[in-house]
């Protein structure tokens, strides 16, 4: 039996997790956080136990930490879970340079899949990304879109990234240098290796990524549509089941999946 802490738990991600986790075979909920002064702290979870505001109150009831929070409190929450030797699973996006450095150095301490996405499609779309924009060559132009509801907080989307990291490693490319997230008003021509990553919000939409490969008298589309929650939340508690015995070190979901 692997239990697992949920922390965010009234929040999208977090709730639908807790629900899927109860479905689950060899997964059992035996803790949640929800962030000081939110109306789910202190009730009470079908399971037996109180929804806390500070990981430290609970964090001994669990051996697995699924985290989709915010970039400060998940930094927080790692370095609980180095402090008390459990393992995690991050799904939080919108980290700066500076604090994702700060979260790497913590999870290589522990057993940690850390991975924008968690959808099994979506990570499947990565690898099939980077053969493409390798097979295709220098000649097709990279676009990324991505489209989320209007509450999502970070833009473009950690998938976004993702993918047009997938795209840029396999042409040899330094994202950094090469990708343009703004375009207004007289830009010239487009530079040959740019990766442009654009994005749109609007209402309820759950995700929707697609890749553009633009050549000559052709364009290659390929689309992810999450069209709800559950394949984010399988995908992790996936990751936790997975996770929980590993070396310590940060994991992705192409090792949870073994699309290496």
């Known amino acids: 039996m692997t239990r697992i802490i949920v922390t965010g738990i009234a929040g999208k991600m977090g709730?639908?997790?807790?629900?899927?986790l109860r479905q689950t075979p060899g997964m059992q909920l035996t803790g949640a956080t929800e962030a000081p002064g939110s109306f789910a702290v202190e009730t009470m979870l079908p399971e037996g136990h109180l929804i806390v505001d500070d990981l430290s109150k609970t964090i001994e009831r669990g051996d697995v930490i699924i985290d989709f929070?915010?970039?400060?409190?998940?930094?927080?929450?790692?370095?609980?879970?180095?402090?008390?030797?459990?393992?995690?699973?991050?799904g939080t996006t919108g980290f700066s340079a500076d604090e994702r450095s700060r979260l790497n150095a913590l999870l290589a301490k522990i057993p940690s899949v850390f991975s924008p996405n968690m959808s099994i499609g979506v990570n499947v779309l990565l690898k099939i990304v980077a053969q493409t924009a390798r097979l295709l060559g220098?000649?097709?132009?990279?676009?990324?879109?991505?489209?989320?509801?209007?509450?999502?907080?970070?833009?473009?989307?950690?998938?976004?990234?993702?993918?047009?990291?997938?795209?840029?490693?396999?042409?040899?490319r330094d994202l950094a240098k090469v990708g343009n997230y703004h375009r207004h008003g007289e830009i010239g021509p487009r530079p040959a290796q740019e990766i442009g990553v654009q994005t749109l919000r609007a209402g309820d939409v759950v995700g929707t990524h697609t890749v553009y490969f633009g050549g000559m008298g052709e364009t290659l589309e390929l689309t992810h549509r999450a069209t709800n929650r559950d394949n984010f939340a399988r995908g992790a508690?996936?990751?936790?089941?997975?996770?929980?015995?590993?070396?310590?070190?940060?994991y992705t979901m192409t090792d949870v999946l073994n699309l290496k």
């Open 138 to 172: 220098a000649d097709y132009d990279i676009e990324v879109l991505d489209i989320h509801h209007r509450q999502k907080k970070d833009s473009p989307s950690g998938t976004a990234i993702a993918l047009a990291e997938a795209a840029a490693k396999a042409m040899d």
């Open 69 to 90: 929070t915010s970039p400060g409190s998940t930094i927080r929450n790692a370095a609980m879970a180095v402090e008390h030797k459990k393992a995690m699973v991050v």
């Open 15 to 20: 709730s639908r997790i807790a629900d899927l």
């Open 237 to 250: 508690i996936l990751a936790a089941g997975w996770v929980k015995d590993k070396p310590a070190g940060i």
